[in-house]
């Protein structure tokens, strides 16, 4: 194969389009289905961003509520259409289970349907592999059911009385929302995320976020590598979207801790954290909401309002009787776990993110990164700037490859 591209998600595909403009032979290989990470969200999961931020190469979002927020199952019908429309073999259900130098060059893919070499390689296989759990995840009861965010469906599918959520990411925080909704007690252990509100003036947050250049923001624009893993901001797109933070869950029932420390016997035990966690997420907030104003200016726009943060009573138990509880659920996000497959020595710094310069590897010539979040941006992860990507990488492809511009 000249090319292989390993991932069927939305930076796969995005890669393939791009490559076929360019006329480099290549084939994508997923190990499931088309957008295998988004089918494994749990069943009343939607997009965060509005659905106009739906914009992979050649197709924007095609539906008719531009403001609104994508189901899981319409991402999905969404990659599937823009797949039916790429020149490349797609061949799904082949995992590829290693990539190593090969001799005299290139590489060889060692896969569920056998071996192959390439001359270049495209990993796409998304953001985040590796769920994460923190410290003291294993001094939990082991007859207590404990699961990650991937592993959850829905409220039913859990066993009866409370739910200890361990992480308030974003996932934590919708899952907790939705618990609460059909009456479970829930008890959230904190950690530090940013939050914003999900409207300013009469356009959603994310239009000002990208307006401000937040989204267009480089790992040069962080203050340490692994502030690359700090959490997105809380938010909702449920019922058309609504405010989704700390304190709307206080409000709505949950039981608040600090970050989970560990737990002895039954007990399981919080840090005396809450407020320096609410207060690191009130002053990221403060710090997107403050660059509105100056943009508000610029457009020709009304300046809209900034109320302050209601006051928030960070007094938190330190303590919880798991006797209360039915389940532990793990939702403290995801890290890169591409080391475990990708043998190329160098290839990724100390947090796991691939070294590279514009997607392409420092470390071998002919690999490339699309798909990882922070890879050249803040958005390059998401539907809205993984295509950017697509494009700068297959263009460099093109190039090694002696193939003409994009047709």
Not at 69 to 92: H, N, Q, S, T
Not at 327 to 348: E, I, K, M, N, T
């Amino acid at each position: 194969m000249d090319v292989v591209v390993v991932g069927g998600g939305q930076a796969g595909l995005a890669t393939s389009r791009e490559l076929s403009r360019t006329g480099v032979e290549h084939v994508v290989l997923e190990r499931g289905r088309i957008g295998e990470f988004w089918r494994g969200r749990w069943e009343s999961f939607c997009l965060v961003t509005p659905n106009w931020t739906t914009k992979l190469p050649g197709q924007s979002y095609d539906g008719d509520d531009p403001d609104g927020f994508m189901p899981r199952d319409e991402i999905v019908a969404y990659l599937e259409r823009y797949a039916a429309g790429l020149d490349a073999p797609l061949r799904e259900g082949i995992e590829v289970e290693s990539l190593d130098p090969a001799p005299g060059g290139g590489f060889a893919l060692r896969t569920s349907d056998g071996d192959l070499r390439a001359g270049s390689v495209v990993v796409a296989t998304g953001a985040y592999q590796r769920p994460h759990r923190p410290a003291g995840a294993d001094t939990l009861p082991a007859d207590l059911p404990q699961l990650n965010v991937e592993d959850y469906r829905s409220p039913e599918g859990l066993p009866q009385d409370g739910v200890l959520i361990i992480g308030s990411g974003q996932s934590g925080c919708q899952i907790a929302e939705e618990l609460l909704e059909t009456g479970r007690e829930v008890f959230l252990a904190c950690g530090r995320a940013p939050w914003l509100p999900r409207r300013v003036g009469d356009r959603d947050t994310v239009w000002w976020a990208v307006e401000i250049g937040f989204m267009d923001q480089t790992p040069a624009d962080v203050p340490w590598p692994a502030a690359r893993l700090v959490a997105n901001a809380l938010a909702t797109g449920h019922g058309g979207g609504h405010d989704l933070h700390l304190r709307t869950l206080r409000a709505g029932g949950a039981t608040l801790f600090g970050h989970f420390v560990g737990a002895e016997g039954r007990r399981a035990r919080f840090a005396d954290d809450l407020a320096e966690s609410v207060a690191w997420g009130d002053e990221r907030r403060q710090e997107l909401l403050q660059q509105i104003p100056k943009v508000a200016v610029a457009r020709g726009l009304p300046v809209p309002d900034l109320p302050e943060p209601e006051a928030f009573d960070a007094s938190a138990p330190t303590e919880l009787d798991l006797k209360r509880v039915g389940s532990v659920l793990f939702a403290g996000g995801y890290r890169p776990d591409y080391v475990g497959w990708v043998h190329v020595p160098g290839a990724f710094d100390e947090v796991g993110f691939p070294v590279h310069v514009e997607g392409a590897s420092t470390a071998a010539e002919g690999l490339y990164f699309v798909g990882v979040h922070f890879l050249r941006k803040r958005k390059s992860s998401l539907l809205l700037g993984v295509g950017e990507d697509a494009a700068v990488v297959a263009a460099q492809i093109a190039a090694a490859n002696g193939a003409g511009p994009p047709g």
